[in-house]
């Protein structure tokens, strides 16, 4: 009789205890919202626990037009004559910096945000009063000129139409000497935009946001140090 009592103690403590197991599964299960309206919410609730601010979405809106410039005159190496070492470099810039404009248009889209697209040749779109994209505005990027909405031609390091022409006239070596200049030019903007972000009052403490940022300055200050090396192996005066 002891041992079945201790039994039936047991068995009703095993059945007490999946009886509050399951009136909690079903709260958090509740409140799981699959699709856009889903995401929505859990972006809304990160939102609570890491706090965004204008400069964090300017900043990535921002760094994808930098990030699609870059991509823009990456593609020019195969049919510039670029070197085998530039090419290497351009196809690492490419599915590097594409990837990372996906996270970032994925980031705004969160936050209700209309991001820029960018095609596959680097040209951006810009979001429409309307909630469309202006095709004028990605005219206007693919040749170096700024959307009328904002200027990001002005961004620390992007390259100026005049730039834009000299590199894309430009062959073989001579290709490869303006391409990493401007690059490692288009680089430290990039580290600098970074750095603003981070001095912005508030700015930078949503977790995607300071993990992407960070990301952004390591990767790119290694890449610098990269092309660089690149350059006096080549026999070119490396920029200051």
């Not at 910096?97 to 209700?112: K, P, S, V």
């Not at 912005?200 to 092309?227: L, P």
Request: proline share 5%.
């Amino acid at each position: 009789m002891r041992i079945s009592s201790l039994l039936g103690v047991f068995a009703l403590g095993s059945l007490l205890t999946a009886c509050g197991a399951s009136r909690s599964v079903p709260a958090s299960a509740a409140s799981f919202r699959m699709g856009d309206a889903g995401a929505i919410d859990r972006a809304r609730a990160d939102s609570l626990r890491y706090p965004y601010t204008q400069a964090d979405i300017d900043f990535m809106a921002g760094m994808i037009h930098h990030h699609a410039q870059a991509i823009l005159i990456s593609r020019w190496a195969p049919s510039h004559g670029a070197s085998p070492a530039v090419q290497r470099l351009t196809a690492r810039i490419i599915n590097a910096q594409t990837d990372e404009i996906a996270i970032m248009q994925t980031w705004l889209r969160d936050r209700n945000q209309a991001p820029p697209t960018v095609d596959s040749t680097g040209a951006v779109s810009m979001p429409s009063a309307g909630g469309g994209h202006d095709a004028h505005a990605a005219h206007n990027a693919h040749a170096g000129h700024a959307a009328p909405a904002h200027d990001h031609t002005t961004m620390p390091g992007m390259l100026s139409p005049a730039q834009l022409a000299e590199l894309d006239a430009a062959r073989g070596q001579e290709f490869d000497r303006l391409f990493l200049t401007f690059m490692i030019a288009h680089h430290r903007g990039a580290v600098t935009m970074v750095r603003d972000l981070f001095s912005s009052a508030g700015a930078g403490q949503d977790e995607t946001i300071f993990k992407f940022a960070n990301d952004v300055e390591v990767d790119q200050s290694t890449e610098i140090k990269r092309m660089l090396s690149m350059m006096l192996e080549m026999g070119f005066p490396p920029p200051r």
